[in-house]
């Protein structure tokens, strides 16, 4: 409990260094559940492949963390993976470009989405949810008519990023968990980052402040844009194609994560390192559900649960918050 002598941010680290401990402590506890489920969970391979799967999530949910805390949302990040993978292919396989500037196109078709979303929220004070909905089919109707429906194989051309760097983890792991540190340190320790929490927190005190907070949403939405347009080169690469249906539903696994991370729904509240560990929880559930012979469909309603399990705890936290 927070005592009147206790100096706020003292009592800020000691919070957020309790979430970090109990999701340690929940990851944790899945390993060993799930190790003694299976012969097979506690193994190099398993982790190497949960290692492998998990940087076009994570770097997905680096963004959505962001979008979250200004009391946003942003369903189209599934449908931008699509179509940033589309671009890059289209700009290797048809305009004959090399792999370097066609994954900058990829980014920069990310980056564009971002902005027009938010710059369509901003303008005209629409709910993100609404914009991102119509944003969500526009552009998976684009990724369809940019690859004409088919699989692009683009094989090698962009494998740099699928190809193992250390004991077999591959190089968009060590990417993925180095921009966690740097979103980390800008939402912690930038203006821009202080910004972002006190939109969430309190938008019409910022504007009295005298900041304006529409040029930051903005912001926000264009560079979680850009790393759905960073997901799309990563899957491409560990698929060596682009497929107009990737990253179909994946923003549910995206917010999951970032809920049950600790991100409040409401805004103003969350941290990219708690991200990291909603991601390995989800990462580590799927794969544990997996080797124990747990069906799809089942391995959904006990994901969803979760979910909801995370919404609650964030409630009854936000609740005794209001009350203190």
């Given at each position: 409990m927070t005592?009147?002598?206790t100096?706020?941010?003292?009592a800020?680290?000691?919070?957020?260094?309790?979430?970090?401990l109990?999701?340690?402590a929940?990851?944790?506890?899945?390993?060993?559940l799930f190790s003694?489920l299976s012969d097979?969970?506690w193994?190099?391979a398993?982790f190497?492949a949960i290692a492998?799967?998990?940087?076009?999530l994570l770097?997905m949910?680096?963004g959505?963390?962001?979008?979250?805390?200004?009391?946003?949302?942003?369903l189209?990040v599934g449908?931008v993976?699509?179509?940033?993978?589309a671009?890059t292919a289209?700009?290797i396989?048809?305009?004959?470009w090399?792999p370097?500037p066609a994954?900058?196109l990829?980014?920069?078709v990310g980056?564009t989405c971002?902005?027009?979303?938010?710059?369509i929220s901003?303008a005209?004070?629409?709910?993100s949810?609404i914009?991102s909905l119509?944003?969500?089919e526009a552009?998976r109707?684009?990724?369809?008519?940019?690859?004409?429906?088919?699989t692009?194989?683009?094989?090698?051309?962009?494998s740099?990023?699928?190809k193992?760097?250390v004991a077999?983890?591959?190089?968009?792991?060590?990417?993925?968990?180095?921009?966690?540190i740097v979103?980390?340190?800008?939402l912690?320790r930038?203006v821009?980052?202080?910004?972002?929490?006190?939109i969430?927190?309190n938008?019409e005190?910022m504007?009295?402040a005298?900041?304006n907070?529409?040029p930051?949403?903005?912001?926000?939405?264009?560079?979680?844009?850009?790393?759905?347009?960073?997901?799309g080169l990563?899957q491409?690469?560990?698929?060596?194609?682009?497929?107009?249906?990737a990253?179909?539903?994946?923003?549910?696994q995206?917010i999951a994560s970032?809920?049950?991370?600790?991100?409040?729904?409401?805004?103003?509240?969350?941290?990219v390192?708690?991200?990291l560990?909603?991601v390995?929880?989800?990462?580590?559930l799927?794969?544990?559900?997996?080797?124990v012979?747990?069906?799809?469909?089942?391995?959904r309603?006990?994901t969803?649960?979760v979910?909801v399990?995370a919404v609650i705890?964030d409630?009854?936290?936000?609740r005794?918050s209001s009350?203190h």
């Amino acid at each position: 409990m927070t005592t009147a002598s206790t100096p706020p941010n003292t009592a800020t680290s000691r919070s957020a260094m309790g979430t970090y401990l109990g999701l340690c402590a929940v990851l944790i506890g899945m390993v060993i559940l799930f190790s003694t489920l299976s012969d097979y969970f506690w193994s190099k391979a398993t982790f190497v492949a949960i290692a492998n799967e998990i940087p076009a999530l994570l770097v997905m949910s680096i963004g959505m963390t962001f979008v979250l805390i200004i009391a946003g949302i942003d369903l189209s990040v599934g449908s931008v993976l699509a179509l940033s993978a589309a671009a890059t292919a289209n700009a290797i396989l048809v305009w004959h470009w090399g792999p370097l500037p066609a994954s900058a196109l990829g980014l920069l078709v990310g980056l564009t989405c971002g902005a027009v979303t938010g710059l369509i929220s901003v303008a005209w004070r629409l709910p993100s949810f609404i914009v991102s909905l119509g944003m969500l089919e526009a552009v998976r109707g684009g990724a369809y008519v940019m690859t004409d429906s088919r699989t692009q194989y683009v094989g090698g051309a962009i494998s740099e990023l699928a190809k193992p760097w250390v004991a077999g983890v591959s190089a968009a792991f060590f990417i993925a968990i180095a921009l966690v540190i740097v979103a980390q340190v800008v939402l912690s320790r930038t203006v821009f980052g202080r910004y972002v929490v006190g939109i969430g927190t309190n938008e019409e005190a910022m504007r009295l402040a005298g900041i304006n907070p529409s040029p930051i949403r903005v912001a926000v939405f264009a560079m979680t844009g850009v790393l759905a347009g960073l997901a799309g080169l990563m899957q491409a690469a560990r698929l060596e194609a682009a497929d107009p249906n990737a990253g179909s539903g994946i923003e549910l696994q995206v917010i999951a994560s970032v809920v049950i991370g600790g991100t409040s729904l409401m805004g103003g509240r969350g941290s990219v390192i708690s991200t990291l560990f909603g991601v390995l929880i989800i990462a580590v559930l799927e794969a544990g559900l997996a080797q124990v012979g747990v069906s799809d469909p089942s391995k959904r309603i006990v994901t969803g649960c979760v979910i909801v399990v995370a919404v609650i705890i964030d409630t009854l936290r936000q609740r005794r918050s209001s009350s203190h």
